[in-house]
């Protein structure tokens, strides 16, 4: 499968703990973006990357970070957790830097509990 | 700042009846719109963009720049269309693509 994929698919933790989430984007495409959904939310925009550098940055926490490898794949990490980051987080990838007429192909999204 | 918001969270539809999943957004600028769909144990996908004018899968979108909306719209419901709908819009040059909640279309057979 050449699609963008997520590891792990689920993960349950406990407060105060640290986790690194894992995306690789889809075969040719450079920006990786990550989202976060929780409960009766919509997507939430976290961070961009393109060909390893910071390109846009939304609502993300000073908690977590993120950063974009030579080989492109990326890795969220979210630290000190906390109940309320309980979510579903999301990869997507795209051809360029700026979406614009192309499109988000998204990873099946891993799932942190945090307990 | 971009906002979407979709006003329901449910839709629920006969099979053969029309649809419209809602979206409004807020954006001073000139927006990029598009519709994303997630089938039950699939991954949220394209549907359609606004810039294309498309009709993909009998659905079909407008933008309308004075309500500033973007609906989705078909006129026959069929039971394989059940699925979360997300409307997404874009500002331009380097801006983030903003979700909204999703509506989860119900269509009953």
């Known amino acids: 499968d050449s699609g963008v994929t997520q590891t792990p698919k689920h993960l349950i933790t406990a407060t105060g703990q640290r986790v690194t989430l894992r995306c690789s984007p889809r075969?040719?495409?450079?920006?990786v973006y990550w989202y976060q959904q929780s409960l009766d939310q919509g997507l939430q925009f976290l961070i961009q990357?393109?060909?390893?550098?910071?390109?846009a940055k939304g609502n993300i926490l000073e908690r977590f970070s993120a950063q974009q490898f030579p080989d492109l794949h990326s890795e969220l990490n979210l630290s000190s957790l906390e109940l309320g980051d309980s979510a579903l987080y999301f990869c997507?990838?795209?051809?360029?830097?700026?979406?614009?007429?192309?499109?988000?192909?998204f990873g099946e999204g891993s799932r942190l509990t945090v307990l | 700042a971009q906002r979407v918001t979709q006003p329901e969270k449910l839709l629920s539809v006969f099979k053969g009846a029309p649809v419209e999943l809602k979206c409004n957004y807020s954006?001073?600028?000139?927006?990029?719109l598009f519709w994303y769909v997630q089938y039950s144990r699939q991954r949220l996908q394209l549907l359609l963009r606004?810039?294309s004018r498309e009709s993909i899968k009998g659905f079909t979108a407008d933008l309308n720049k004075g309500e500033t909306s973007f609906h989705l719209k078909k006129p026959f419901a069929q039971e394989e269309d059940s699925a979360m709908y997300y409307c997404a819009l874009k500002g331009g040059g380097y801006q983030k693509v903003t979700f909204g909640i999703g509506t989860k279309l119900q269509v009953i057979p």
């Open positions: 990357y393109y060909n390893g550098e910071e390109r």
């Open positions: 997507a990838s795209s051809v360029g830097d700026v979406v614009g007429h192309g499109e988000l192909f």
């Open positions: 606004h810039i």
């Open positions: 954006y001073s600028g000139s927006p990029e």
């Open positions: 075969s040719g495409d450079l920006s």
